[in-house]
């Protein structure tokens, strides 16, 4: 459990307490007051008690008559009370039968006290509601508006479990964290020789790389208080606020130390200032709260035991006032894991999941390329859920199949029911990706091919998998990437001769691509080597922006540089379905019966392609040493 610093104040007693305890108090004297047993009973049944004589005496007041019977058999008087209607012969009555009888002013003494009371009450819990409201969280020690407090939350040693041995493939973080966990322990080791800590530490990463994961394992680690805080709690409506919280912050450091904070989504706090000024909008209290926090990382002594930590996943729009030395003195990049990372990375998850014996974790991180740790584990989870639905014991290999192609492209959606004439093209269209990409004897393994329409728009999916993590393509890989994204289009062109929108998406990846080729990775020979695409600055990196420094003419070589690649891998991926024209049509074929094949199956029909080309290449052969005999 997360445990509260023990340095708050105890809460003050709120005003509207004290006006419940007085109301509360009303009640009960008034309680006390009409605590008696007393017999209520009708006006009508009053005045016939009054003529028989049996009430001794009675006091009239302005809505009810109070009065005690005489002694009845057993010798017991007893009270009762009657509310009074409208009778002028009242007091002619009591006269005639012998009964005292005097007159009482009922005192409205608490109904008057409630009247005003109760309103105001509710005025003032409706008021409280509202500026509760516009404030936020209540602060220590009270108050409507939480101005220069901090709503940081604090951890201490017994509130972080988390260790480094919970975070995986990421060691070489983990190294570098490891002085950070030393020097919180004993600061005055990296004194001894001169040097000292840096103030600020910033973790890098795409979004579920495991920066807030790895921020808790340091803490965890040093056995510190973790002040953990979101970058855009500091920025609040008032000008100056978010400044106050930024001190507010580090004056609890300093009393913790030594302790770590940590500010994910540093980008909200110190996006580089001038970035609204071009966009023609205004933040001084943005600006503001980044100069509070440039000043307080230059004012802590770094041998005071406080250590900065910084997560973002976008670093090109920080403040480069933040990002120089003194203040975030390294930069630390958490990547998404290779296949040896991800492979520890599911040791982690998998050990808390019922897995079916001799499971191949390898096969699993080879399926799961480019899956960062968030991604990876939902996958597990997403898995034991499949495997819970089918009522398994335990969690096989087909369930993780079936978590990736779920995760990968999308919920399978067989109420859209496609007509004949449409899943056949279909089926020859996927059949084209296939094969192609195993004539090409591309960088990636057909994993499985499916004409089961999944996710908004896929009507069929090739599932392809990295045979080994790459980092780099040649530019005769790239051209075979974009013969084997247009080989469904090659595929509906040989067997239709036509062709049809199912390519859309194929189209988009392989025009990005070949434009990459172009104005980014200088492939082309008419435009050099020369870049004509640059990703934009850090003062305009608020938004996806391409800067395009060439004039029109370079532009239609570009454009022109471009159809050039996309027809001549066209053309690439025609030659290999027509060549193995026998291999996609009984792939189809056989997917408009089992609607998906996989891996082993793919082998199969590509195994007989390869037995029926080299027999018909043994024939040509013979043929042609025939005709020379003959000659």
């Known amino acids: 459990m997360q445990k509260q610093s023990d340095t708050r104040r105890p809460p003050r007693l709120s005003l509207l307490y004290v006006l419940g305890l007085i109301w509360l108090l009303f009640l009960l004297v008034d309680y006390l007051q009409f605590s008696r047993v007393v017999d209520v009973i009708p006006y009508s049944d009053f005045i016939s008690r009054v ?55 009922e005192s409205t003494y608490w109904r008057d006290i409630l009247s005003w009371t109760i309103p105001a009450v509710i005025l003032f819990g409706v008021w409280s509601l509202f500026m509760g409201q516009m404030g936020g969280q209540m602060p220590r020690g009270g108050g409507i508006l939480p101005i220069g407090k901090s709503r940081a939350r604090v951890y201490v040693e017994k509130g972080l479990k988390t260790r480094f041995d919970d975070v995986a493939g990421v060691e070489e973080a983990k190294e570098e964290l490891m002085e950070v966990v030393n020097f919180l322990k004993d600061p005055r080791i990296y004194s001894q020789l001169g040097g000292r800590m840096p103030k600020g530490v910033l973790l890098v990463g795409a979004p579920g790389t495991g920066k807030t994961l790895m921020a808790r394992a340091v803490a965890g680690e ?22 106050a919280r930024v001190r507010d912050l580090f004056e609890q ?14 980008d909200a706090l110190g996006k580089a200032r001038g970035m609204s000024s071009l966009t023609g909008a205004s933040n001084d209290e943005k600006e503001q709260t980044l100069n509070q926090l440039l000043a307080e ?24 006032a933040l990002l120089r030395a003194g203040r975030f003195d390294r930069q630390i990049v958490l990547d998404k894991p290779d296949r040896l990372g991800r492979s ?13 014996k001799d499971f191949d974790v390898e096969s699993l991180a080879a399926l799961t390329a480019g899956f960062s740790g968030a ?46 004439a449409e899943k056949r093209r279909v089926a020859f269209h996927e059949m084209g990706h296939a094969i192609v990409g195993l004539a ?74 070949a434009h990459a ?17 640059r990703e934009s600055t850090p003062f305009l990196a608020s938004q996806v922006v391409r800067a395009f420094d060439y004039s029109e003419k370079t532009a239609e070589m570009i454009d022109d540089e471009v159809n050039s690649l996309l027809t001549r891998a066209f053309d690439r991926a025609k030659e290999m379905v027509s060549r193995y024209r026998s291999a996609v049509q009984e792939g189809a074929e056989v997917l408009l019966v089992k609607e998906t094949i996989d891996e082993d199956d793919l082998k199969k029909i590509w195994g007989r392609e390869q037995v029926e080309l080299r027999l018909s290449s043994e024939d040509s052969q013979e043929r042609v040493r025939s005709l020379a005999a003959k000659r």
Do not use: W
Not at 466 to 472: A, G, K, M, S, V
């Open 440 to 513: 090409l004897r591309e960088n990636e393994a057909i994993h499985k091919v499916s004409i089961i329409p999944r996710g908004v728009a896929a009507l069929g999916y090739t599932m392809r998998r990295p045979i080994e993590d790459r980092y780099l393509m040649s530019k005769e890989e790239l051209e075979k990437k974009l013969a084997m994204i247009l080989g469904g289009r090659a595929a509906e062109a040989v067997f239709f001769q036509d062709i049809s929108t199912g390519a859309s998406d194929d189209l988009d990846k392989a025009t990005e691509i």
């Open 222 to 243: 040093a056995g510190v208080p973790f002040f953990s805080i979101n970058g855009s709690e500091f920025v609040e409506l008032f000008v100056g606020l978010g400044a």
């Open 51 to 105: 003529e028989k004589g049996e009430i001794s005496q009675v006091t009239i007041g302005n809505e009810k008559i109070q009065g005690t019977l005489k002694s009845l058999a057993e010798g017991k008087p007893k009270d009762f009370v009657a509310f009074r209607v409208d009778d002028p012969k009242l007091a002619d009555r009591l006269t005639a039968a012998h009964i005292k009888f005097t007159g009482q002013r």
């Open 253 to 266: 450091a300093r009393a913790h130390a030594p302790c770590i904070i940590f500010i994910d989504e540093l």
């Open 517 to 533: 080729m172009v104005t980014r990775y200088g492939m082309s020979r008419s435009l050099g080597l020369a870049t004509y695409e």
């Open 375 to 420: 991604d990876l584990a939902t996958l597990v989870n997403e898995a034991a859920l499949i495997a819970t639905r089918r009522g398994a014991k335990a969690v096989e290999f087909q369930d993780f199949n079936q978590a990736i192609e779920r995760t990968v492209a999308g919920l399978e959606r067989r109420s859209r029911v496609l007509n004949a």
């Open 297 to 320: 990382l230059d004012g802590f002594d770094p041998s005071s035991g406080i250590v900065l930590l910084g997560a973002t996943n976008r670093p090109e729009v920080l403040d480069l």
């Open 344 to 356: 520890k990375i599911l040791h982690v998850h998998l050990k808390k999941i019922k897995l079916a």
